[in-house]
């Protein structure tokens, strides 16, 4: 996202090299994976392989964008900014759908959770779109920058929806331990559970001190910014911990 401020700029750079780095990482390891499953029609689902790839992908053209935005000129301040706005919202959407998926999975595909999971994921997809009709970036003469505009109606609803698919997550994998339907946290499907608990509650956290950061008045662009930064290279290393663990 671009701002004109240039004070936090290499803090965010670093979060952004670290986030590209691990991008790479991960699709060099899960692109042949997936291609293997798909050729030899593996028993394995593809489906998390699938959502890991196209989530790094899109998070890896988000973070290689940023600098593009910052520095653009008055043609490209506007179709820069809103493509990067389109692939934030991408790998947000995705890792919500990811989680509840995950969880929905392991509940034993819960017709309750699915009603549940269905309506969170709705509710997501109508603050993207709000938010892609909303917020805008243009030229500002006055300081001959590129200048980013969000629109905290749409912030709001966006992180609201996904607190509210964090809470669902967690919710779901705790009521599933502690029903002891599982067997124990020993095996596979504990494990898998405690995973899930794990990676919803931090991301829980995570939400809940940008809604924070959103909300004060206080709150530059530039650290909003860089708080987008911090939870973009957070959500990517709680998102492969599946490709972690399934190694």
Known sequence: MANCSPTGLPLICIFL???IQASCSTLVDTVPELAYQIRFKSKKPIFFNAVTIAFNALILLNSCLYLPVYFADRSSCAPLAMFAV???QGFLLLFDA?????????T?????FLILLSLVLLYRLGSTIADFTLTYAEWDDSIQAC?????????RHYTIADIMCDVLATAGSVALLISGRVGG???LAGQLLIENVVRS???????VAVVHMASSPDTSIEDLSLAWTVQSYILQQLMNMEHLYSE
Do not use: H, P, W
């Open 17 to 19: 090299g670290l986030t």
């Open 86 to 88: 389109v692939t934030f």
């Open 98 to 106: 990811f989680i509840l998926v995950k969880t929905y999975s392991t």
């Open 108 to 112: 034993r595909e819960s017709k309750i």
């Open 147 to 155: 200048q980013f505009y969000q629109n905290q109606d749409t912030l």
């Open 185 to 187: 946290m020993s095996n």
């Open 201 to 207: 509650g931090l991301t829980l956290a995570l939400n």
